[in-house]
């Protein structure tokens, strides 16, 4: 996928927006984390987000998010479960649970 190529796209789209009008470029890094030599800093891209259970072989339902430190202010952080109960403690060991693994009552 030609990330730097989008960024640079998506650079010029946003010369002279004020950051509030800015379009933010979010990469779903998944297939490429850790199968090619690069970071995120390093695409152009202002959010990177992968799963690292695929070529990283870490557990199910874990990942990273990389953000831009410019853009950081612009981001809302928000914390979803599909577990009865919600919140963190659910879930705590071991992050997310896998939409695959999880059965349909719990996302009730």
């Given at each position: 996928m030609p990330v730097r190529a989008v960024a640079e796209s998506v650079s010029r789209a946003n010369e002279g927006r004020r950051?509030?009008?800015?379009?933010?470029?979010?990469?779903?890094?998944?297939?490429?984390l850790a199968a090619i030599d690069e970071d995120a800093a390093g695409l152009g891209a202002d959010v990177v987000i992968a799963g690292t259970h695929k070529r990283l072989f870490g557990p199910r339902g874990t990942g990273l998010i990389w953000v831009a430190p410019d853009v950081l202010d612009q981001l809302r952080p928000t914390f979803v479960t599909f577990i009865n109960g919600g919140g963190a403690a659910p879930l705590s060991?071991?992050?997310?649970?896998?939409?695959?693994?999880?059965?349909?009552c719990q996302w009730r």
């Open positions: 950051p509030a009008d800015r379009c933010l470029l979010v990469v779903d890094g998944v297939h490429g060991p071991g992050g997310f649970l896998a939409f695959e693994h999880a059965s349909p």
